[in-house]
């Protein structure tokens, strides 16, 4: 099997990561552009330089030049500001889409038959944007959001019920905006659903209660993470999150991953990008997957995707 190759667009504290993480789990051959002079060399380099220790052998180059991502299976971007305290992720609208255009352009150009993960700011009009500016197909831009909230809200849980990570599983759908929807009724232990859970340790009343707490926190645990770091926003976990979808595409794992896809009547929503579960795979999005969601989780989709169309429409 021809070695794989992973161009990462943005140098800074989520593309460390990521180009760490790709070399630990030999992913492929890492490529780390930024426009910033020396940044990119200079992490590529230190990485490359701890292959004995961690005994990882991929070729580990960073670059000022687009020229260097040509044959890149995979591409994921970062390219943009983060937020500080106190900024939404809209606030960064305007500065990250003209990085991205820039961005898109590149990847048009020198590699063209990639797949693209989209993590930059605000993510839903990111990956919408970088879509419209390559002119690729739907299925091989996507955007990475909801790996880590739905990562966020099992951590929550795992915590509230004092069981380990592993066995938690919980989903959020929706943008990656204040209005995300994480999925109440399918959070499960090993399968058991945590609504009955906090009901046996709490009563029917309060364990809503807790459930709606976790619900909040986790709509808002990247501010948390900001309001803490101060200088930017979270980066090993998303890093991680986009790993995990970029190597079910690699390995073509058809993993279910909740992902930023662009909706064609899936979920009531025809003509934007949103966070649903998909099949991803060699091909990208190789299948969205649809279930009736009740009255209440219906409201809240609608809600986050209205959201997301204001924020996409004020591209226009
Ligand atoms: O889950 C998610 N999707 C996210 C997204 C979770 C957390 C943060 N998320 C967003 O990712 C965040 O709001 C930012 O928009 C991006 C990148 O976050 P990071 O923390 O890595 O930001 P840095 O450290 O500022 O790095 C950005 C790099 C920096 O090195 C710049 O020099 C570079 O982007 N940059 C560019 N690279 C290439 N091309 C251009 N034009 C460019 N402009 C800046």
Known sequence: MARKKISLIGGGQIGGVLAQLCALRELGDVVLFDIVEGLPQGKMLDIAEVGPVDRYDVNLKGTNSYEDIKDSDVVIVTAGLPR????????????????????????????????IIVISNPLDAMVTLCQKITGFPYSRVIGQAGVLDSARFATFIAWELGVSVKDVTAMTLGGHGDDMVPLVRYASVNGIPV?????????????????????????????????????????????????????????????????????????????????????????GVENIIQFKLDAEEQAMMDKSVAAVKGLVDSMK
């Open 84 to 115: 500080k305290p106190g900024m939404s992720r809209d606030d960064l609208i305007e500065v990250n889409s003209k990085i991205m255009t820039t961005v898109a352009e590149g990847i048009k150009t020198y590699a063209p038959n990639s797949i």
């Open 195 to 283: 609504v009955e859970l906090l009901e046996q340790k709490y009563g029917a009343e309060k364990g809503k209660e807790v459930m709606e707490a976790m619900v909040k926190r986790t709509r808002g645990a990247g501010g948390e993470v900001v309001a803490l770091l101060k200088t930017g926003s979270a980066f090993y976990s998303p890093a991680s999150s986009a790993i995990a979808m970029a190597e079910s595409i690699l390995k073509d794992q058809k993993r279910v991953l909740p992902a930023c896809c662009f909706l064609q009547g899936e979920f009531g929503v025809d003509g934007y990008y949103v966070g649903v579960p998909a099949v991803l795979g060699e091909k």
